[in-house]
């Protein structure tokens, strides 16, 4: 874990942290470091807090007077509650874009299809999940609708780090790309209740594995 990007050090240590969290590098319910943290990314410890107390306010990390930062632990319940808004504007992101797609959108769709695919052939799994993250992010894009759009962002870390402990599994990433191909055909055909209607059993098949997981 280290800092790459060229930006402010609280903010590159923020983007490193949480990056290190969605991906599974801190588990859910681990401790937060200050010290490791400050030695693995070499730097002080004032941005070090300052990212720490972001996370904390967007929810991805609990700090516990006397004791520490922890990465925080969805519950069953709240993921729930995640994938059942998830579900409804991501089926309706799906809608909009069948009724409005061009060619372009399709070909984009495409090729983070067809990535997703060869990262999972290759056994890159990291790889996999990045473009199956960018397929669904597309589709927020095309939808065109900017409240829609607006409250998936707000989601979007948790539905990341729910996506990653899901996908990690083989059988569930085939089914999970397997998925996406079926909504793209509903899209191509313009099939705007075809394709909301698959995106609405996608999202329920991910929180079906998820609660398998989650405690």
Known sequence: MEITNNITMMEAAYETIKNAILT?????????????LIREM?????PVREALRKLEQEGIVVCKPYKGAFVNTITKDHAQEIYR??????????KLVAENRDDDMLSELQKVIDAAYQGFHDHHTEAAIQHSQAFHHNLWKFSGNSIVISMLNILKDRIRLLRHQTLIDVDRMKENLSGHRKILAAI???????????MVEHISDASRVAMKKLV
């Not at 070499?42 to 004032?46: G, P, Q």
């Not at 808004?85 to 799906?94: F, H, I, K, P, S």
Request: glycine content about 10%; charged content about 25%.
């Open 188 to 198: 191509a055909d313009k099939n705007g209740e075809e394709a909301e209607r698959l």
């Open 85 to 94: 808004v998830q579900a409804v504007l991501e089926g309706l992101a799906a």
């Open 42 to 46: 070499n730097i002080s410890r004032t």
């Open 24 to 36: 599974g590098y801190f588990s859910q319910g681990s401790q937060l470091i200050e010290a490791d």
